[in-house]
Each structure stands twice: as structure tokens, then as C-alpha cells.
């Protein structure tokens, strides 16, 4: 094995703060997109919610135990409206929905039924969206 100067960081460390290249407020204004956007439980799609999820995981935000309780949320349609004859699968995962509500309605439901493990992992999912909520997601420069 062979040792070179050059470092190695596993894959699944994200440096990409320090690679990333500087862009002046000038610079964003000419090119119409604007420096970040906020996260917005309140109105994602299905679509959205995943790779928001995911994102947030890989970076560090959040933790699988944090997220555990969206899985339901954030599957395809065949799998919440099974034998139901819901919404296509397109339109079921690109229409916005409100997470912060869904998890609120699940705890409700949780504690009506007395399954208190259930709404205290629902109740760390909902506490864990709401600390990010309106928190930069990242750069928009397509905008």
C-alpha cells in the first residue's frame, strides 16, 4: 500500500463549503437567482420532501431517528393509497403537502390511541423540521 500526499476523505464527507467558488451579491443579482432559499415543511412535495430529507441526513442536520417517522409521508402512491384507486403516482408525489401538519395529526392520533412510542417519535420528527424550518437550504442559482 502506498501512501501519497494527497488526502483522502471518505465518501460519504461532504466538503463541498470549502470547494465551493466565491460569489459576490452582484454576482447573484445578475444572474437572477437569489443566495439561498428557506426550507418550508409546510409546503413540499412528496418529491421535494425526500431529497430535502436526504440531503439534510447526508450534512448532518438531521439523523435517521430524526427522519425515521417520514418514511410513511414520503413514499410513492402505490404505497398510501394501495387497492384505494388514489392519485396517480405523478401527481400524488409532485403535489405540496404540509409535512409539520401530517406529523401533528399523527401524534394526535398517537396519543388518542395511547401509543406513546409512536408520538414521541412522531414528536421528534415534528421538533427536528420545526428547528429547520425557514433555515437556508442551500444556493439557487437556477432561480
Do not use: C, W
Amino acid at each position: 500500500m502506498r501512501i501519497g500526499t494527497t488526502p483522502y476523505f471518505p465518501p460519504q464527507t461532504t466538503y463541498q463549503a470549502g470547494r465551493a467558488p466565491a460569489v459576490s451579491t452582484d454576482d447573484n443579482q445578475q444572474a437572477g437567482g437569489s443566495a439561498s432559499t428557506a426550507l418550508d415543511f409546510t409546503s413540499m412535495s412528496r418529491s421535494d420532501l425526500r431529497g430535502t430529507v436526504n440531503s439534510l441526513i447526508k450534512s448532518g442536520k438531521l439523523s435517521l431517528d430524526d427522519t425515521s417517522s417520514l418514511v410513511g409521508m414520503m413514499g410513492p402512491a402505490a404505497t398510501s393509497y394501495a387497492g384505494q384507486g388514489g392519485p396517480s403516482a405523478a401527481a400524488y408525489d409532485s403535489s405540496a403537502f404540509d409535512a409539520l401538519s401530517a406529523l401533528q395529526t399523527g401524534i394526535d392520533g398517537a396519543n388518542a390511541r395511547h401509543d406513546e412510542q409512536n408520538a414521541a417519535a412522531l414528536s421528534r420528527t415534528l421538533t427536528a423540521l420545526q428547528q429547520l424550518q425557514g433555515t437556508a437550504a442551500g444556493l439557487d442559482l437556477k432561480a
